[in-house]
Every structure is written in structure tokens, then in C-alpha cells.
């Protein structure tokens, strides 16, 4: 199993551009997760989404869309890039309902110049 | 309005001895806690957790001890060994499909 994966790892764009990030998961799991980290700021959730072809916002979404057209993938797209979305992206799933615990990607490293 | 708060940025122990990080938060309606681990450049893994009902989990070197009357959880390593060395970040739950809000992280480092 591979867990959660994130496609790219680094992205380098420019004020304006566009991109998606990809998230998957092997583990079946109903619900993801995009967070976003920032210095001193720990991780804030972005949006979510608790089934396929459903997503809900999250604590900071100005800025993103998402879409879950496959339960196994999340996708979190950024319109008009902005300095300011330059962070660390993670993606994450779970459905524990008990313990709550959510299991992680990688990250996804962008930069926005 | 941070909800989870990590007030210690940064932590050094001795190899050996017990580390102790601290969590507080606001939020009453939280009834689940979470503490994760995090390497640089790595997601978060999970690590240990505590229901509310508890106020105590042990899991190994790890345990969690949850004050609820206080809202304060601390995370218990013994002993500390230089692979804890990480950003640890502690996490609360109010149920609603398993959001998780964060604290800030504190970065352990055990030292030789």
C-alpha cells in the first residue's frame, strides 16, 4: 500500500498562473483532507471532503477549489496564483470515526513568485 | 483565534531523560486529542491519542495526560532518544467529519 500520495512534490509558479495538486489515497478511506502549513502557523485545514463528490471549506479556502470526482483521489486547485499561497500543501484521509486519526501525504512544496 | 495552542516553539532534552510538551486549547466542545510527529520534509504521522472520558493514555515511551477541567494535554516521552527529535503538534476534534484543528508544533530536539 502506498498511503497517500501527492503528485508534484515542488512547484515553482508565478503570480496569476494556475495549477492542480493531486491527492491519492489506496486506504479506501471516505474522507480527505488539504492542509496548508506556514511558519509558526502549524497546519490549517483548507477544505474537506467526507464522500465522493462532496467537499465543504475548511478554515482558510479563499483562493482554492476542490473537487472528489473518485473517492480514492482530491484534487485542490489554485485559480490565480498569489505570493501569499506560497506554503507547504498536505493532503490527508480517514475514517476512523473513533480515533479520529487522519494519515498523510508527503506535501507538495509551492512557491509562488 | 487559535483553539490549539502550542506555547513552547522549541524544546532541547537529554538523551535519556523525559520530555514533556505541552498543549492547551479553548474550544469545549473538543472530545478527542491527537498528537502527531514530523520530520522535516515528511508528512505528519500519528503518534498517540486520548478520548476526553480519559485522562490518561500510555502507548511505550508515550504517554498523553489530559486535563480537562484546565483544557491542557501534555505528551510524556521516557526516555527521550535522539530520534524523537522532530516538530511534534498536538490536535483536537469536535467530532464534525473528523476535522481536525492543529497547534502551532513544537520542535523537540534530544541531544547526546
Known amino acids: 500500500n502506498a498511503g497517500v500520495t501527492q503528485t508534484p512534490k515542488f512547484r515553482v509558479l508565478k503570480t496569476g498562473q494556475s495549477m492542480t495538486l493531486l491527492c491519492a489515497q489506496d486506504m479506501n478511506h471516505e474522507y480527505m483532507y488539504w492542509y496548508r502549513q506556514d511558519p509558526g502557523m502549524g497546519l490549517r485545514l483548507i477544505h474537506y471532503s467526507v464522500g465522493e463528490g462532496t467537499t465543504a471549506k475548511g478554515e482558510v479556502p479563499d483562493g482554492y477549489n476542490v473537487s472528489r470526482l473518485k473517492k480514492q483521489n482530491f484534487l485542490l486547485g489554485l485559480e490565480s496564483a498569489a505570493p501569499s499561497q506560497t506554503s507547504v500543501y498536505f493532503c490527508?484521509?480517514?475514517?476512523?470515526?473513533?480515533?479520529?486519526?487522519?494519515?498523510f501525504g508527503p506535501g507538495t512544496r509551492l512557491t509562488v513568485t | 483565534d487559535q483553539q490549539v495552542k502550542q506555547n513552547s516553539p522549541s524544546l532541547s532534552v537529554q538523551e535519556g531523560r523525559i520530555s514533556i510538551l505541552n498543549c492547551d486549547y479553548t474550544n469545549s466542545m473538543f472530545d478527542y486529542f491527537l498528537w502527531y510527529k514530523k520530520y522535516p520534509a515528511e508528512g505528519p504521522t500519528f503518534l498517540i491519542s486520548?478520548?476526553?472520558?480519559?485522562d490518561k493514555n500510555e502507548d511505550g515511551r508515550f504517554t498523553v495526560f489530559l486535563n480537562k477541567s484546565a483544557k491542557h494535554l501534555s505528551l510524556h516521552i521516557v526516555p527521550s532518544q535522539p530520534g524523537d527529535s522532530a516538530v511534534y503538534f498536538c490536535?483536537?476534534?469536535?467530532?464534525?467529519?473528523?476535522?481536525?484543528?492543529f497547534g502551532t508544533g513544537t520542535r523537540l530536539q534530544v541531544t547526546l
Open positions: 486520548i478520548s476526553s472520558i480519559k
Open positions: 490536535a483536537a476534534s469536535a467530532g464534525t467529519a473528523s476535522k481536525l484543528t
Open positions: 490527508a484521509s480517514g475514517e476512523d470515526l473513533i480515533s479520529y486519526e487522519q494519515y
